[in-house]
């Protein structure tokens, strides 16, 4: 079995295996009370005023204490952040990094908006709904249930994981996600391509990294 794990992980491309690891990491930290939920949230007086910043990093990993809220959110965020890794950033890593990383600088900058002190779940949607812009035409199939076209996909799970939540705030989260997703979208897809007509830095990550 170890074998068999270790093979289904090198096969995940890097940045959304590192990704996963912290992520399941911070949850079994949290499980096992080495840690606790109010040493990993972010705020700004906690991150900057309090001289903490590790809360700006550790609020993207962590989904909550593991259950299927937990499960619902690590499924689809690894298979569309590794399809989009695969596919539209094959051989690109360094561009995939700097979309996540611009992506969370934004997150962070609008978490007042909707007082959220875990972000992990709204970077989660940004490859997702990516990815959904990127292939229109794919029908996806939810949970064998029914199939919709890509771009619905975001709205789709957004509401389930309402359902599964139960409260508005995990959908504002969502949706908070999905928004900074259509700027990642718009920038990369639209702006520099159709308004620049090249790599800015906003679209490609700068050389050094």
């Not at 906690?46 to 204490?65: E, H, I, L, M, V």
């Not at 969370?104 to 007042?112: D, G, K, Y």
């Not at 029908?139 to 199939?147: A, E, K, R, V």
Request: aromatic letters at 16%.
């Amino acid at each position: 079995m170890p074998v068999g794990i270790e093979a289904w992980l090198t096969q995940i491309p890097p940045v959304t295996r590192a990704w996963l690891a912290l992520s399941v990491l911070t949850s079994l930290a949290v499980q096992c009370q080495l840690v606790t939920p109010l040493q990993l949230y972010f705020s700004f007086k906690s991150a900057f005023t309090n001289a903490q910043p590790w809360r700006a990093a550790t609020t993207f990993f962590y989904f909550g204490s593991i259950s299927l809220d937990f499960v619902f959110h690590m499924f689809f965020f690894m298979r569309y952040s590794r399809m989009l890794e695969e596919s539209s950033f094959a051989n690109r890593t360094a561009d995939y990094f700097w979309l996540l990383l611009t992506s969370s600088a934004m997150l962070l900058s609008l978490s007042p908006l909707v007082n959220l002190p875990f972000l992990s779940s709204s970077l989660a949607f940004v490859p997702i709904y990516l990815w959904s812009r990127r292939h229109p035409s794919t029908p996806i199939s939810l949970f064998g249930l029914f199939t919709i076209s890509a771009p619905y996909l975001p709205l789709a799970l957004v509401a389930f994981s309402w359902i599964i939540s139960g409260t508005w705030k995990a959908a504002a989260g969502d949706l908070l996600g999905c928004a900074v997703g259509h700027v990642g979208w718009f920038v990369r897809d639209v702006w520099s391509r159709e308004m620049v007509g090249g790599r800015t830095v906003l679209s490609e990550a700068p050389d050094v990294l």
